[in-house]
């Protein structure tokens, strides 16, 4: 069974820019979690979905932060514009219907200059 | 807020020693899990307890959590180089998102 799948693996942008990331959550799993993890700290939950729709986005900087799920499979993370405090590794996460059991990706390391 | 604080932050021991690590909050959890998490890669997890006083074991890892479901330990015994990496845990109570803590960096010198 293939795991989540995240691209790019790295990214390096200069402060103020654009960036985006992608992730494919495992075949069949309807929820799908974006994870920031600053280095030295655990992860911090930025946005949950339950198939196409919004769960829980209580920790994302809406002014600059922005997901989506459209068909309800694959996501896309972007910041736009991104700030230094932004560099950190960004996971994707997913789970099947009802369970605390979650899958991650390898994750996107994001370094902001 | 619930709040997970692991200790040590670091900890650095030869191969074949016994370890323990902690984690501990003042909230009340229904379940906690533990996570290992290697450089470049994603947490992948370990083991989910759901019952106050709960063991686990894992080939030479056991998990425990609390009684009053509050903190939880993972004891590894004869550390090898492949245990080696950040040890996360993680609590989960009702439909709240799931709180990590800032997890223990272990290394396994051989």
């Known amino acids: 069974e293939a795991g989540v799948a995240q691209s790019p693996r790295y990214k390096i942008i200069e402060k103020r820019q654009s960036v985006a990331f992608w992730c494919n959550p495992i075949?069949?799993?309807?929820?799908l979690y974006w994870y920031q993890q600053i280095l030295g700290q655990g992860p911090k939950l930025l946005i949950q979905f339950q198939n196409n729709g919004v769960v829980d986005d209580s920790q994302l900087p809406k002014d600059r932060f922005s997901a989506e799920r459209l068909k309800g499979v694959d996501s896309t993370l972007k910041i736009q514009p991104a700030k230094l405090e932004d560099s950190a590794v960004y996971l994707c996460a997913s789970s099947p219907w009802n369970t605390d059991t979650q899958y991650f990706g390898p994750g996107t390391r994001l370094t902001v200059l | 807020t619930q709040l997970l604080e692991q200790s040590p932050q670091f900890l650095s021991i030869q191969e074949g020693e016994n370890l323990t690590v902690y984690c501990n909050s003042s909230?009340?959890?229904?379940?906690l899990q533990w996570y290992r998490q290697e450089p470049g890669e994603g947490p992948v997890l370990l083991v989910t307890?759901?019952?106050?006083?709960e063991v686990k074991k894992l080939k030479r890892l056991t998990f425990q959590f609390g009684d009053a479901r509050k903190d939880s330990s993972l004891h590894i015994t004869a550390a090898q180089p492949g245990d080696t990496g950040l040890y996360l845990c993680?609590?989960?109570?009702?439909?709240?998102?799931?709180?990590f803590g800032k997890g223990t960096r272990l290394s396994v010198i051989a």
């Open positions: 909230s009340v959890f229904s379940s």
């Open positions: 993680a609590g989960a109570e009702g439909n709240t998102p799931l709180v």
């Open positions: 307890v759901v019952t106050g006083g």
């Open positions: 075949s069949g799993h309807a929820t």
